[in-house]
Protein backbone atom coordinates (compact mmCIF):
# COMPACT_ATOMS: atom_id res chain seq x y z
CA UNK A 1 0.00 0.00 0.00
CA UNK A 2 1.03 3.36 -0.74
CA UNK A 3 0.70 5.63 1.69
CA UNK A 4 0.64 8.95 -0.47
CA UNK A 5 -2.83 7.17 -1.87
CA UNK A 6 -4.02 7.05 1.72
CA UNK A 7 -6.72 9.48 2.13
CA UNK A 8 -9.49 10.07 4.70
CA UNK A 9 -13.42 11.75 5.13
CA UNK A 10 -14.30 13.24 8.62
CA UNK A 11 -17.25 14.15 9.30
CA UNK A 12 -17.81 16.45 12.01
CA UNK A 13 -21.54 16.09 12.98
CA UNK A 14 -23.48 17.95 15.89
CA UNK A 15 -23.87 14.84 18.10
CA UNK A 16 -21.04 12.51 16.46
CA UNK A 17 -17.79 12.53 14.19
CA UNK A 18 -17.03 9.82 12.23
CA UNK A 19 -14.29 8.78 10.07
CA UNK A 20 -13.93 6.91 7.17
CA UNK A 21 -10.05 5.99 6.08
CA UNK A 22 -9.71 4.70 2.28
CA UNK A 23 -6.98 4.34 -0.82
CA UNK A 24 -8.00 4.49 -4.52
CA UNK A 25 -9.08 1.18 -5.51
CA UNK A 26 -7.75 0.89 -8.92
CA UNK A 27 -10.76 1.17 -11.25
CA UNK A 28 -11.74 4.85 -10.21
CA UNK A 29 -13.55 4.39 -7.24
CA UNK A 30 -11.96 3.48 -3.20
CA UNK A 31 -11.21 0.94 -1.06
CA UNK A 32 -12.25 1.02 2.52
CA UNK A 33 -9.72 0.30 4.80
CA UNK A 34 -10.83 1.62 8.26
CA UNK A 35 -13.53 3.24 10.22
CA UNK A 36 -14.06 4.89 13.29
CA UNK A 37 -17.13 6.69 15.18
CA UNK A 38 -16.53 9.28 18.47
CA UNK A 39 -19.07 11.39 20.70
CA UNK A 40 -18.90 14.88 19.39
CA UNK A 41 -16.95 17.16 21.85
CA UNK A 42 -15.97 20.80 21.74
CA UNK A 43 -19.31 21.67 19.71
CA UNK A 44 -22.49 23.07 21.27
CA UNK A 45 -25.58 23.25 19.59
CA UNK A 46 -23.95 22.59 16.41
CA UNK A 47 -21.50 25.41 17.07
CA UNK A 48 -17.82 24.66 17.29
CA UNK A 49 -17.42 26.42 20.76
CA UNK A 50 -13.98 24.76 21.95
CA UNK A 51 -11.32 24.36 19.24
CA UNK A 52 -8.72 22.23 22.24
CA UNK A 53 -11.17 19.71 23.18
CA UNK A 54 -12.81 19.25 19.19
CA UNK A 55 -8.84 18.85 18.51
CA UNK A 56 -8.97 15.54 21.07
CA UNK A 57 -12.12 14.10 19.70
CA UNK A 58 -11.11 14.76 16.06
CA UNK A 59 -7.43 13.13 16.64
CA UNK A 60 -8.84 10.00 18.45
CA UNK A 61 -11.15 9.56 15.85
CA UNK A 62 -8.59 9.93 13.26
CA UNK A 63 -5.95 7.65 14.86
CA UNK A 64 -8.75 5.02 15.75
CA UNK A 65 -9.57 4.88 11.99
CA UNK A 66 -5.86 4.90 10.85
CA UNK A 67 -5.20 2.17 13.70
CA UNK A 68 -8.07 0.22 12.21
CA UNK A 69 -6.76 0.76 8.50
CA UNK A 70 -3.05 -0.06 9.44
CA UNK A 71 -1.84 3.50 7.60
CA UNK A 72 -2.36 7.16 8.91
CA UNK A 73 -4.35 8.71 6.35
CA UNK A 74 -2.24 11.59 3.85
CA UNK A 75 -5.28 13.81 3.64
CA UNK A 76 -8.50 14.64 5.11
CA UNK A 77 -11.54 15.53 3.44
CA UNK A 78 -13.77 17.75 5.77
CA UNK A 79 -17.55 18.42 5.85
CA UNK A 80 -18.50 22.03 6.37
CA UNK A 81 -21.85 22.56 8.41
CA UNK A 82 -23.90 24.83 10.22
CA UNK A 83 -26.46 28.05 10.57
CA UNK A 84 -23.27 29.97 9.12
CA UNK A 85 -23.49 28.84 5.95
CA UNK A 86 -24.77 31.06 3.22
CA UNK A 87 -26.17 30.29 -0.99
CA UNK A 88 -26.36 32.69 -3.13
CA UNK A 89 -27.16 32.33 -7.11
CA UNK A 90 -24.37 34.97 -9.22
CA UNK A 91 -23.37 35.29 -12.73
CA UNK A 92 -20.02 37.38 -14.50
CA UNK A 93 -18.97 37.66 -17.64
CA UNK A 94 -15.72 38.11 -19.77
CA UNK A 95 -15.14 39.28 -23.44
CA UNK A 96 -12.80 36.78 -24.91
CA UNK A 97 -8.92 37.38 -26.32
CA UNK A 98 -10.30 38.24 -29.77
CA UNK A 99 -13.57 38.85 -31.44
CA UNK A 100 -15.05 35.38 -32.30
CA UNK A 101 -12.58 33.36 -30.31
CA UNK A 102 -12.42 29.78 -29.60
CA UNK A 103 -13.12 28.98 -25.96
CA UNK A 104 -10.50 27.40 -23.79
CA UNK A 105 -10.62 26.11 -20.50
CA UNK A 106 -8.62 28.87 -19.06
CA UNK A 107 -11.52 31.05 -20.14
CA UNK A 108 -13.72 28.96 -17.70
CA UNK A 109 -11.50 29.21 -15.17
CA UNK A 110 -11.42 32.75 -15.54
CA UNK A 111 -14.97 33.74 -15.72
CA UNK A 112 -15.29 31.35 -12.76
CA UNK A 113 -13.23 33.72 -10.58
CA UNK A 114 -14.77 36.40 -12.01
CA UNK A 115 -18.05 35.21 -10.02
CA UNK A 116 -16.07 33.70 -6.97
CA UNK A 117 -14.32 37.64 -6.68
CA UNK A 118 -18.23 39.30 -7.20
CA UNK A 119 -20.02 40.66 -3.89
CA UNK A 120 -18.59 38.73 -1.43
CA UNK A 121 -18.46 40.21 2.42
CA UNK A 122 -15.15 40.35 3.66
CA UNK A 123 -16.19 38.57 6.44
CA UNK A 124 -17.53 35.58 4.51
CA UNK A 125 -15.11 32.76 2.32
CA UNK A 126 -16.15 31.04 -0.54
CA UNK A 127 -16.30 27.77 -0.08
CA UNK A 128 -17.77 26.24 -3.57
CA UNK A 129 -18.31 28.01 -7.02
CA UNK A 130 -20.49 25.41 -8.71
CA UNK A 131 -21.10 26.58 -12.24
CA UNK A 132 -25.17 26.14 -12.79
CA UNK A 133 -24.76 27.10 -17.13
CA UNK A 134 -22.82 29.34 -19.43
CA UNK A 135 -24.31 31.84 -22.37
CA UNK A 136 -21.88 32.23 -24.83
CA UNK A 137 -23.10 35.54 -26.98
CA UNK A 138 -26.84 34.61 -27.06
CA UNK A 139 -26.61 30.88 -27.03
CA UNK A 140 -28.00 30.00 -23.47
CA UNK A 141 -27.88 27.01 -21.45
CA UNK A 142 -24.50 25.59 -22.25
CA UNK A 143 -22.81 23.01 -20.02
CA UNK A 144 -19.61 22.63 -21.18
CA UNK A 145 -18.78 25.72 -23.96
CA UNK A 146 -15.52 24.86 -24.26
CA UNK A 147 -13.96 24.48 -28.02
CA UNK A 148 -17.09 26.50 -29.58
CA UNK A 149 -16.53 29.99 -30.85
CA UNK A 150 -18.14 33.43 -29.53
CA UNK A 151 -17.13 37.16 -27.68
CA UNK A 152 -18.54 36.71 -24.78
CA UNK A 153 -18.94 34.06 -22.12
CA UNK A 154 -20.92 34.36 -19.19
CA UNK A 155 -21.84 31.87 -16.17
CA UNK A 156 -24.70 31.54 -13.78
CA UNK A 157 -23.28 29.44 -10.80
CA UNK A 158 -24.04 28.48 -7.54
CA UNK A 159 -21.66 29.95 -4.77
CA UNK A 160 -21.91 27.99 -0.99
CA UNK A 161 -20.10 30.83 1.90
CA UNK A 162 -19.38 30.54 4.98
CA UNK A 163 -18.21 33.10 8.09
CA UNK A 164 -14.13 33.16 7.65
CA UNK A 165 -13.97 32.43 11.47
CA UNK A 166 -16.50 29.52 11.29
CA UNK A 167 -14.41 27.69 8.60
CA UNK A 168 -11.20 28.99 9.76
CA UNK A 169 -11.91 27.34 13.29
CA UNK A 170 -12.70 23.92 11.81
CA UNK A 171 -9.46 24.09 9.59
CA UNK A 172 -7.65 24.97 13.05
CA UNK A 173 -9.39 22.08 14.78
CA UNK A 174 -8.46 19.72 12.89
CA UNK A 175 -4.85 21.20 12.23
CA UNK A 176 -4.36 20.94 16.02
CA UNK A 177 -4.99 17.41 16.03
CA UNK A 178 -1.93 16.74 14.05
CA UNK A 179 -3.74 16.50 10.46
CA UNK A 180 -4.19 18.83 7.68
CA UNK A 181 -7.88 19.74 6.42
CA UNK A 182 -7.92 19.26 2.49
CA UNK A 183 -10.50 20.01 1.23
CA UNK A 184 -13.50 21.45 3.05
CA UNK A 185 -16.38 20.58 1.36
CA UNK A 186 -20.53 21.96 2.11
CA UNK A 187 -21.85 19.00 3.60
CA UNK A 188 -24.80 18.26 1.27
CA UNK A 189 -22.62 18.18 -1.90
CA UNK A 190 -20.47 15.04 0.56
CA UNK A 191 -23.52 13.74 1.17
CA UNK A 192 -24.83 13.85 -2.09
CA UNK A 193 -22.02 12.21 -3.66
CA UNK A 194 -22.29 8.87 -1.69
CA UNK A 195 -26.58 9.40 -1.78
CA UNK A 196 -27.04 10.95 -4.99
CA UNK A 197 -27.17 9.38 -8.48
CA UNK A 198 -26.61 10.89 -11.80
CA UNK A 199 -29.63 10.31 -13.44
CA UNK A 200 -31.44 11.28 -9.94
CA UNK A 201 -29.38 14.59 -10.59
CA UNK A 202 -30.19 14.80 -14.11
CA UNK A 203 -34.24 14.45 -13.45
CA UNK A 204 -34.19 16.84 -10.53
CA UNK A 205 -34.32 16.29 -6.94
CA UNK A 206 -34.31 17.72 -3.22
CA UNK A 207 -31.82 15.79 -1.00
CA UNK A 208 -33.30 17.38 2.76
CA UNK A 209 -30.59 16.34 5.69
CA UNK A 210 -31.76 15.94 8.81
CA UNK A 211 -28.95 16.26 11.24
CA UNK A 212 -29.20 16.66 15.11
CA UNK A 213 -28.85 20.13 15.51
CA UNK A 214 -29.31 21.39 11.46
CA UNK A 215 -30.96 20.42 8.48
CA UNK A 216 -29.07 21.30 5.26
CA UNK A 217 -30.81 20.81 1.74
CA UNK A 218 -29.99 20.53 -1.58
CA UNK A 219 -31.68 20.83 -5.11
CA UNK A 220 -30.65 19.68 -8.19
CA UNK A 221 -31.65 19.76 -11.94
CA UNK A 222 -30.56 19.06 -14.80
CA UNK A 223 -27.09 17.04 -13.36
CA UNK A 224 -26.65 20.25 -11.43
CA UNK A 225 -26.95 21.62 -7.61
CA UNK A 226 -29.18 24.93 -8.29
CA UNK A 227 -30.00 25.94 -4.70
CA UNK A 228 -29.18 25.11 -1.38
CA UNK A 229 -29.30 25.77 2.70
CA UNK A 230 -29.28 25.72 5.71
CA UNK A 231 -32.54 25.44 9.00
CA UNK A 232 -31.06 26.09 11.95
CA UNK A 233 -32.99 22.97 13.38
CA UNK A 234 -32.91 19.23 14.09
CA UNK A 235 -33.54 16.25 15.98
CA UNK A 236 -32.53 17.32 19.15
CA UNK A 237 -34.96 19.94 18.78
CA UNK A 238 -37.41 17.65 18.53
CA UNK A 239 -35.80 15.53 21.82
CA UNK A 240 -36.09 18.81 23.50
CA UNK A 241 -39.49 19.26 23.16
CA UNK A 242 -40.28 16.02 24.24
CA UNK A 243 -38.17 16.53 27.62
CA UNK A 244 -39.58 20.16 27.78
CA UNK A 245 -43.11 18.93 27.53
CA UNK A 246 -43.44 15.77 28.99
CA UNK A 247 -41.40 16.98 32.33
CA UNK A 248 -38.35 13.99 31.27
CA UNK A 249 -34.96 14.05 30.92
CA UNK A 250 -33.31 14.55 27.82
CA UNK A 251 -31.86 10.80 26.90
CA UNK A 252 -35.28 9.85 28.11
CA UNK A 253 -36.66 12.18 25.77
CA UNK A 254 -34.11 10.91 23.04
CA UNK A 255 -35.07 6.91 23.70
CA UNK A 256 -38.65 7.44 23.63
CA UNK A 257 -38.23 9.55 20.22
CA UNK A 258 -36.50 6.83 18.83
CA UNK A 259 -38.82 3.99 20.00
CA UNK A 260 -42.62 5.92 20.26
CA UNK A 261 -42.16 9.28 18.32
CA UNK A 262 -44.54 9.88 14.79
CA UNK A 263 -44.51 13.00 12.47
CA UNK A 264 -47.76 12.24 12.02
CA UNK A 265 -50.73 12.21 14.47
CA UNK A 266 -52.73 10.31 12.01
CA UNK A 267 -50.22 7.70 11.83
CA UNK A 268 -50.10 6.66 15.47
CA UNK A 269 -50.91 3.06 15.99
CA UNK A 270 -51.17 2.12 19.16
CA UNK A 271 -49.52 -1.46 20.40
CA UNK A 272 -52.05 -3.24 21.18
CA UNK A 273 -53.94 -0.84 23.04
CA UNK A 274 -55.99 2.43 22.37
CA UNK A 275 -54.31 5.58 21.16
CA UNK A 276 -54.12 6.90 24.80
CA UNK A 277 -52.27 3.89 25.84
CA UNK A 278 -49.16 5.24 27.86
CA UNK A 279 -46.13 4.41 25.95
CA UNK A 280 -43.21 1.70 27.18
CA UNK A 281 -40.77 4.34 27.69
CA UNK A 282 -43.28 7.15 29.15
CA UNK A 283 -46.00 5.61 30.86
CA UNK A 284 -47.37 9.10 31.50
CA UNK A 285 -47.09 10.14 27.87
CA UNK A 286 -50.07 8.89 25.16
CA UNK A 287 -48.57 7.65 21.91
CA UNK A 288 -50.77 10.36 20.84
CA UNK A 289 -49.58 13.06 22.78
CA UNK A 290 -45.78 12.30 21.93
CA UNK A 291 -46.90 12.52 18.13
CA UNK A 292 -48.68 15.67 18.81
CA UNK A 293 -45.60 16.97 19.92
CA UNK A 294 -43.34 15.82 17.58
CA UNK A 295 -45.32 16.37 14.04
CA UNK A 296 -45.17 20.60 14.74
CA UNK A 297 -41.35 20.71 15.16
CA UNK A 298 -40.67 17.78 12.17
CA UNK A 299 -43.65 20.08 10.32
CA UNK A 300 -41.70 23.68 10.84
CA UNK A 301 -38.43 22.22 9.85
CA UNK A 302 -40.20 20.95 6.25
CA UNK A 303 -41.62 24.10 6.15
CA UNK A 304 -38.44 26.24 6.61
CA UNK A 305 -36.26 24.05 3.76
CA UNK A 306 -38.95 25.38 1.54
CA UNK A 307 -39.32 28.66 2.06
CA UNK A 308 -35.36 28.86 1.73
CA UNK A 309 -36.57 27.37 -1.64
CA UNK A 310 -39.26 30.20 -2.44
CA UNK A 311 -41.10 26.71 -2.96
CA UNK A 312 -44.36 28.74 -3.57
CA UNK A 313 -42.56 31.11 -6.18
CA UNK A 314 -40.22 29.10 -7.93
CA UNK A 315 -40.90 25.42 -8.27
CA UNK A 316 -39.03 22.98 -10.82
CA UNK A 317 -40.54 19.88 -11.83
CA UNK A 318 -38.60 17.16 -9.87
CA UNK A 319 -39.13 13.85 -11.46
CA UNK A 320 -36.57 11.94 -8.81
CA UNK A 321 -38.45 13.86 -6.43
CA UNK A 322 -37.56 14.46 -2.34
CA UNK A 323 -34.35 12.55 -0.90
CA UNK A 324 -34.65 12.17 3.08
CA UNK A 325 -31.37 11.13 4.93
CA UNK A 326 -29.89 12.05 8.32
CA UNK A 327 -31.01 10.57 11.84
CA UNK A 328 -33.82 13.26 12.57
CA UNK A 329 -35.75 11.93 9.13
CA UNK A 330 -36.01 8.09 10.95
CA UNK A 331 -39.16 9.36 12.47
CA UNK A 332 -41.70 7.71 11.20
CA UNK A 333 -44.44 9.50 9.49
CA UNK A 334 -41.57 12.26 8.20
CA UNK A 335 -41.67 10.64 4.00
CA UNK A 336 -45.40 11.32 4.27
CA UNK A 337 -45.57 14.72 6.11
CA UNK A 338 -42.83 15.64 3.02
CA UNK A 339 -44.85 14.60 0.46
CA UNK A 340 -47.94 16.68 2.13
CA UNK A 341 -45.45 19.82 2.72
CA UNK A 342 -43.63 19.31 -0.79
CA UNK A 343 -46.39 18.13 -3.06
CA UNK A 344 -43.84 15.67 -4.00
CA UNK A 345 -43.25 12.12 -3.73
CA UNK A 346 -40.74 11.03 -1.30
CA UNK A 347 -38.23 8.19 0.17
CA UNK A 348 -35.69 7.70 3.07
CA UNK A 349 -32.06 7.33 1.59
CA UNK A 350 -29.20 6.04 3.79
CA UNK A 351 -26.01 4.65 3.58
CA UNK A 352 -25.89 0.49 3.56
CA UNK A 353 -25.15 -0.50 7.29
CA UNK A 354 -26.68 2.56 8.35
CA UNK A 355 -29.55 0.12 10.26
CA UNK A 356 -27.07 -2.98 10.45
CA UNK A 357 -25.73 -1.35 14.03
CA UNK A 358 -26.69 -1.64 17.57
CA UNK A 359 -27.63 1.91 17.54
CA UNK A 360 -28.80 2.96 13.58
CA UNK A 361 -25.86 5.68 12.38
CA UNK A 362 -25.37 7.87 9.22
CA UNK A 363 -22.45 7.55 7.89
CA UNK A 364 -23.09 8.83 3.90
CA UNK A 365 -21.30 12.19 4.54
CA UNK A 366 -18.22 10.17 6.07
CA UNK A 367 -18.52 7.83 2.67
CA UNK A 368 -18.53 10.80 0.19
CA UNK A 369 -16.17 12.46 1.77
CA UNK A 370 -13.67 9.80 1.46
CA UNK A 371 -14.41 9.59 -2.31
CA UNK A 372 -14.12 13.11 -2.45
CA UNK A 373 -10.56 13.02 -0.64
CA UNK A 374 -9.10 12.23 -3.80
CA UNK A 375 -10.15 15.67 -5.61
CA UNK A 376 -9.68 19.55 -4.82
CA UNK A 377 -12.71 20.55 -6.21
CA UNK A 378 -16.13 19.61 -5.19
CA UNK A 379 -17.39 16.55 -7.40
CA UNK A 380 -20.69 14.45 -7.60
CA UNK A 381 -19.64 11.05 -7.80
CA UNK A 382 -22.13 8.08 -8.84
CA UNK A 383 -23.90 6.11 -5.93
CA UNK A 384 -21.77 3.26 -5.37
CA UNK A 385 -22.30 -0.24 -6.30
CA UNK A 386 -21.67 -2.76 -2.81
CA UNK A 387 -20.74 -5.94 -2.84
CA UNK A 388 -20.61 -8.05 0.30
CA UNK A 389 -17.39 -8.53 2.07
CA UNK A 390 -16.16 -10.53 5.04
CA UNK A 391 -15.73 -9.31 8.61
CA UNK A 392 -17.21 -6.33 9.95
CA UNK A 393 -20.25 -5.35 8.07
CA UNK A 394 -17.78 -2.05 6.78
CA UNK A 395 -16.56 -3.87 4.38
CA UNK A 396 -19.53 -3.87 2.29
CA UNK A 397 -18.15 -0.73 1.02
CA UNK A 398 -15.10 -2.29 -0.20
CA UNK A 399 -15.15 -0.92 -4.08
CA UNK A 400 -16.86 2.14 -5.14
CA UNK A 401 -16.72 1.40 -8.36
CA UNK A 402 -17.72 4.44 -10.91
CA UNK A 403 -15.64 7.71 -11.82
CA UNK A 404 -16.42 10.97 -10.21
CA UNK A 405 -18.84 12.77 -12.58
CA UNK A 406 -17.22 15.90 -11.99
CA UNK A 407 -19.83 19.50 -11.62
CA UNK A 408 -16.86 21.90 -12.19
Known amino acids: MDEMDVLAGLDLGSTRFRA?????????????????????????????????????????????????????????????????????SCSGFITLDESGGRVRLEHLERVRRRVQAMGIPFDRVVLHCLPVEYTLDDRGGLQNPAGMTGSRLELDAHLVTGEQAAVQAIDRAVEMAGYKADPLIFNPIATASFLITPEEREQGCLLIDIGGETTHYALFYRGRMRQSGVVGLGGNHVTRDLAYVLGIDPREAEVLKRTEASALRSKVTPHGGSLSAPTVESPGASRARVAAICEPRQQEILELVAAGLQWGVTRPALAAGILLTGGGSRIPGTVELAEQVFALRAQQR???????????????????????????????????????????????????????????
Open 20 to 88: VVAEPDGNGGVAILGHASVAAHGFHRGELVDLPTAAVAIREVLDTAGAVAGVIPNSVAVNVAGKHLRSL
Open 350 to 408: RAPGDDLATEPDTWATALGLARMALEHEPSLPTAPSLSPGEGRFWNRWNRIKRVLDRLV
